[in-house]
């Protein structure tokens, strides 16, 4: 199922990725599910491609990401469920690998492989550190989701079961996904396989591009945090969250910096450090911040 709004750009790209699985139609469902896109004749570009083997429905009117994500799972026919977003895609032998996890694994609730980030022209920016040497079952895995995101929708497939029993996405337009993979993880065992298998395609137009740029992705990333203490064990909750505090304003520093090189925006790197400051404090952070302001004032790149 292939959530889309307004990627046209990227849209060929994601959809022959999935044909050239050449999975037959009697085991695999293909579908653009567009959110009401503006940007292009999203249903052009679905039949032109497609030529029949892939369906298309488009929302009446805007519902924004969290509603389409919906829409695409009630629409999915089949026992297994990818979401692959219209600007990202996978590589060959995807379908095949994530395939064998579940036969070989009844037992899971979803299955992931590695996965790279791609920019918006497709070149790969760097992978996914691998979670284990050899494909299997993630041992002791919640805490370790529950730490930080560790899982792009491109690179997961969950069962229509899981789904069904835990309910979809919701709360955020930022983090709402890895709330659902540390539900699921609370619930059910994740396969995984180190193999790179996806790509995740990283770019300022994309909905979370968009809320990087002044840091507002924060906020949402903290309401998450919140919401998953409850999936975690109490005893370790505290120190949990700690950690991802930590993790992700460490993370968010460098994100401003990146973000003051490619647009050399005061304003928006001002908002992101108060964003930053609201999330955690440490003084290591309080160094890269000042590197960053130092920049900032003289005006340099």
């Known amino acids: 199922m292939i959530p889309v709004y307004n990627c046209a750009n990227y ?9 050239q699985q050449q ?8 579908e653009v599910i567009d959110d009401a896109s503006s940007d292009a004749d999203v249903e052009e570009i679905v039949n032109r491609i497609g030529k029949g083997r892939v369906k298309y429905y488009r929302q009446s009117e805007n519902v924004g990401s969290l509603h389409n994500f919906a829409t695409s799972i009630r629409r999915a026919q089949g026992q297994l469920i990818h979401l692959l977003h219209g600007d990202d895609r996978i590589r060959p032998g995807y379908y095949q690998e994530i395939g064998a996890l579940f036969n070989q694994y009844p037992e ?40 930080r995101n560790r899982i792009q929708y491109a690179s997961i497939t969950v069962k229509r079961e899981t789904y069904e029993k835990l309910g979809a996405f919701y709360g955020t337009t930022y983090g709402e996904d890895w709330e659902m993979w540390v539900r699921i993880a609370q619930n059910y065992s994740i396969g995984y396989s180190p193999n ?15 809320k990087h740029v002044r840091g507002e992705y924060l906020i949402d990333l903290t309401s998450v945090m919140n919401q998953i203490q409850q999936y975690l064990p109490q005893y370790k909750r505290a120190s949990v969250l700690k950690r991802s505090k930590i993790f992700y304003s460490h ?35 309080y160094l890269k911040i000042l590197k960053l302001l130092v920049k900032v004032a003289i005006n340099r790149r």
Not at 112 to 117: I, M, S
Not at 119 to 145: C, F, H, N, V, W
């Open 11 to 19: 849209l060929p790209e994601t959809l022959h990725s999935v044909l």
């Open 23 to 30: 999975l037959p139609e009697h085991l695999m469902q293909i």
């Open 108 to 147: 899971i609730g979803a299955a992931y492989c590695r996965f790279g980030y791609i920019d918006e022209y497709g070149k790969l920016k760097y992978t996914q550190a691998p979670e284990m040497r050899q494909s299997g079952i993630l041992e002791d895995y919640l805490l370790r989701i529950g730490e």
């Open 196 to 210: 790179i298998l996806a790509d995740y395609r990283h770019h300022t137009n994309s909905i979370s591009g968009n």
């Open 251 to 285: 993370y968010a520093i460098r994100q401003a910096n990146n973000l003051w090189h490619l647009r050399h925006d005061k304003e928006s790197t001002f908002v992101y450090i108060r964003q930053v400051l609201l999330m955690h404090r440490d003084l290591s952070l």
